[in-house]
């Protein structure tokens, strides 16, 4: 998963991520499908219709459930919330008793009796901007009555209890103007249901690890040698067409593909780009969720196409970089993942750190960035991981990652994630005379599990220090199990390279398009001073701190809509104009009042070392080009 930083005031700038019948078979036999209808033809206030027939039970005590969490996101979603007026019905039509266990669960007490279970799902996008917590949009759905169905299907589809390897048939009643984009297996077309898509999954994680997206044609096809790669878009105001970002795409995964060598074997891989209106009745959470064969991506419609590239070259690198881990490497928890009691791997520094990390170094490996701006990337991660606890073990953090205090820190596998594979790569190139780095590592890991063999979660680190070298296990023990921070300088030097601080000039309220305030969509769009983020001399001069709301400028009161003109006006402030500026620290309210000055900040660099020794520019070589 990549979530992207959302920021609502970045428009400042222009923009500054059916049947069934008494015929069943037992499922304890022969394992029927289990026969799911979706109605994508009859919306109800914006509702769709399911049913789910799951064949003949043994037993009178029969528990469906709707996931809690699935695989990729690292979060507690509920998706049971957007089920409504579930029924359990016999064969004779009639309503079997029901009784709800928690948001995700329904017991059914006459199991035997049962023919199938029918509801209605609500979409998650809806409610996003008044959720505190919001279902990330990457894994969450859409319901657009005839122009769009963003079927992340874990919201739709749910199992029975103990009943998840069995074999899935999906029967989608769509509108003739909508086209499926998916990896999902699809059955033949026959004349008996015409406006029905059928789908077949042969157990219940190749239904949630499918994603459907429907909409009017706007697909675009490439071919990575023996790689088919789909891109299709959803542009609501017809903004794009997939033809749009192509080019990029094409280039950016060719040296993905050159990059990964023969360790990636997928065979098709689609990717679904949904563009947001980005308004109160649509997604906000921009990033993208990766699957086996295919990734879901949210972004703004409302980016330029500059920024759209990038951004898409970004996310949809890390998102591919999945194929290689966690889905062709992980463990026992990972590979029979409990969707409503989810026991996490200890691993989120390879799942998310080595495919962040491998995102940025395969552009700079194939030319697509130069070494400066992959050393920024890298000085940017060393920063922003300073935001998050430093002094908490990863394997720990990973474990508990769905609890308080390891949640807050969840986006750090983004940064120090990455920045510990750096390190990890820099060693074993260091060791192996710049043969061996992370991405041997990989393919060695993929050739001895892939994706059909999960290795023991406890035994991971054991096992790579095995098949390296001993002096591996003291990196693990301090900066991965361990809890001590890791001395970036000395792992720089080794490649001569060395940090360095200077100062920048920025604007007041956004350093390029990155702004130092946001919004808060569960409290009014409440406007604050960001956290986790270093501030500029303009906030830190007048004494605000991060998490500040800000109640008035210039006795203006402070909404989202009277942000706008005053972020415009400070294009034009001179160091000397006076401010007054009014915030909420807690309980109380706080007043600032001061000259506006220069705003600047202090940043950051890597630099090269002047006067590099041979050995040091040769490891640097084997790490940046080989």
Same mark, same amino acid.
């Given at each position: 998963?990549?979530?992207?930083?959302?920021?609502?005031?970045l428009?400042?700038? +222009?923009?500054?991520?059916y049947?069934?019948?008494?015929?069943k078979?037992?499922?304890?036999?022969d394992?029927?499908?289990?026969?799911?209808?979706?109605?994508?033809?009859?919306?109800v206030d914006?509702?769709?219709?399911?049913?789910?027939?799951p064949?003949?039970?043994t037993?009178?005590d029969?528990?469906f459930?709707?996931?809690?969490?699935?695989?990729?996101?690292?979060?507690t979603?509920?998706?049971?919330k957007?089920?409504?007026?579930?029924?359990?019905l016999?064969?004779?039509?009639?309503?079997?008793?029901?009784?709800?266990?928690?948001?995700?669960?329904?017991?059914i007490?006459?199991g035997?009796?049962?023919?199938k279970?029918t509801?209605?799902?609500?979409?998650?996008y @809806?409610?996003?901007s008044?959720?505190?917590?919001a279902?990330f949009?990457p894994?969450?759905?859409?319901?657009?009555?005839?122009?769009?169905f963003?079927?992340?299907?874990?919201?739709?589809?749910?199992?029975?209890?103990?009943f998840?390897?069995v074999?899935y048939?999906?029967?989608?009643?769509?509108?003739?103007?909508?086209?499926?984009?998916t990896?999902l297996?699809?059955?033949?077309?026959?004349d008996?249901?015409?406006?029905?898509?059928?789908?077949?999954?042969s157990?219940?994680?190749?239904?949630?690890?499918?994603?459907i997206?429907y909409?009017?044609?706007?697909?675009?096809?490439? &071919?990575?040698?023996?790689?088919r790669?789909r891109?299709s878009?959803?542009?609501?105001?017809?903004v794009?067409k997939a033809?749009?970002?192509?080019e990029?795409?094409?280039k950016?995964m060719?040296?993905?593909k050159a990059?990964?060598g023969?360790?990636n074997?997928t065979?098709?891989?689609?990717i679904?780009?949904?563009?947001?209106?980005w308004d109160?009745?649509?997604?906000g959470g921009?990033g993208a969720?990766?699957?086996?064969?295919?990734t879901t991506?949210?972004?703004?419609?409302?980016?330029?196409?500059?920024r759209?590239e990038q951004t898409?070259? @970004?996310?949809v690198?890390?998102?591919f970089?999945?194929t290689?881990t966690p889905l062709?490497v992980? !463990?026992?928890?990972?590979?029979?993942? @409990?969707?409503?009691?989810?026991?996490m791997s200890?691993?989120l520094?390879?799942?998310e750190g080595?495919?962040e990390y491998f995102a940025?170094?395969?552009?700079?490996?194939?030319?697509?960035?130069d070494?400066?701006e992959?050393?920024q990337?890298?000085?940017?991660?060393?920063t922003n991981?300073? !935001?998050?606890?430093?002094?908490?073990?990863?394997?720990?953090?990973?474990q508990?990652i769905l609890?308080?205090p390891?949640? &807050?820190?969840?986006?750090?596998v983004?940064?120090k994630?990455a920045?510990i594979?750096?390190?990890?790569?820099?060693?074993?190139?260091q060791?192996?005379?710049g043969?061996?780095?992370?991405?041997w590592?990989m393919?060695?890991?993929?050739?001895?599990?892939?994706?059909d063999?999960?290795?023991?979660?406890?035994?991971l680190i054991?096992e790579?220090?095995?098949m390296?070298?001993?002096?591996?296990?003291?990196?693990?023990?301090?900066?991965?199990?361990?809890d001590?921070?890791?001395?970036?300088?000395?792992y720089?030097?080794k490649?001569?390279?060395k940090?360095?601080?200077?100062?920048k000039?920025?604007g007041y309220f956004?350093?390029?398009?990155?702004p130092f305030?946001?919004i808060?969509p569960a409290?009014?769009?409440a406007?604050?001073?960001?956290?986790?983020?270093p501030?500029?001399?303009f906030f830190?001069?007048?004494?605000a701190?991060?998490?500040d709301?800000?109640?008035?400028i210039?006795?203006?009161?402070?909404?989202?809509?009277?942000?706008?003109?005053i972020?415009?006006q400070?294009?034009?402030?001179?160091?000397?104009?006076?401010?007054?500026?009014?915030? &909420?620290r +807690?309980?109380?309210?706080?007043?600032?009042?001061?000259?506006?000055g220069t705003?600047?900040?202090?940043?950051g660099?890597?630099?090269p070392?002047a006067?590099?020794?041979p050995?040091?520019?040769?490891?640097?070589?084997s790490?940046l080009?080989?």
């Open positions: 998963m990549n979530r992207i930083k959302k920021w609502a005031l428009t400042v700038t +222009g923009f500054v991520f049947g069934c019948g008494s015929t078979a037992l499922l304890t036999a394992k029927t499908a289990i026969r799911t209808f979706m109605d994508l033809k009859n919306v914006d509702k769709v219709m399911v049913s789910v027939d064949g003949t039970f037993t009178n029969v528990s459930l709707i996931p809690k969490t699935v695989p990729g996101t690292y979060s979603d509920n998706y049971g957007y089920i409504e007026n579930l029924k359990a016999d064969y004779d039509g009639k309503e079997l008793a029901v009784t709800k266990g928690d948001d995700n669960t329904w017991n007490t006459k035997k009796n049962l023919d279970v509801y209605y799902v609500n979409d998650t @809806d409610t996003e008044k959720t505190e917590d279902v949009s894994a969450g759905t859409n319901i657009l009555k005839d122009k769009n963003m079927l992340n299907l874990h919201g739709f589809v749910g199992y029975f209890k103990g998840q390897e074999p048939e999906i029967e989608i009643s769509v509108p003739e103007n909508l086209k499926p984009t990896t297996t699809m059955k033949g077309a026959t008996e249901k015409p406006g029905t898509d059928t789908f077949l999954a157990r219940y994680f190749e239904v949630i690890d499918n994603p997206l909409a009017e044609p706007n697909t675009e096809s490439f &071919q990575l040698n023996d790689i790669v891109l878009v959803y542009s609501p105001n017809e794009y033809s749009d970002l192509r990029k795409m094409e950016m060719t040296a993905q990059f990964l023969d360790v074997t065979k098709n891989y689609d679904l780009l949904y563009l947001s209106k109160s009745t649509d997604a921009f969720l990766e699957h086996h064969t295919s991506v949210v972004l703004p419609e409302a980016m330029d196409k500059e759209l898409m070259i @970004d996310v690198s890390h998102e970089f999945h290689v062709n992980h !463990s026992k928890e990972v590979q029979y993942f @409990d969707f409503n009691d989810p026991k200890r691993h520094w390879m799942y080595t495919t940025n170094l395969f552009q700079v490996q194939q030319g697509l960035i070494e400066t992959f050393y990337r890298m000085m940017d991660k060393i991981s300073k !935001s998050y606890d430093d002094a908490l073990s990863f394997t720990t953090m990973s508990n609890e308080k390891y949640k &807050q820190n969840y986006a750090n983004y940064e994630g920045l594979n750096m390190a990890l790569d820099i060693e074993l190139r060791w192996s005379n043969e061996k780095g992370v991405l590592l393919k060695e890991l993929s050739k001895k599990y892939g994706k063999t999960p290795f023991e979660d406890d035994r054991d790579i220090v095995g390296t070298y001993p002096e591996l296990r003291t990196f693990f023990d301090d900066h991965v199990i361990g001590i921070p890791i001395n970036y300088d000395a720089l030097a490649v001569g390279l940090m360095e601080k200077s100062e000039q920025t956004l350093d390029g398009e990155e305030i946001d808060d409290k009014d769009n406007v604050f001073v960001r956290k986790g983020i501030l500029n001399s830190m001069d007048l004494g701190e991060g998490g709301v800000i109640k008035s210039n006795d203006t009161p402070i909404t989202l809509d009277a942000i706008r003109p972020i415009g400070s294009f034009g402030w001179s160091p000397d104009t006076e401010i007054t500026m009014t915030v &909420q +807690g309980g109380e309210e706080v007043k600032f009042e001061g000259k506006v705003p600047m900040l202090e940043v660099t890597i630099v070392v006067n590099i020794a050995k040091e520019a040769q490891l640097r070589e790490w080009k080989s």
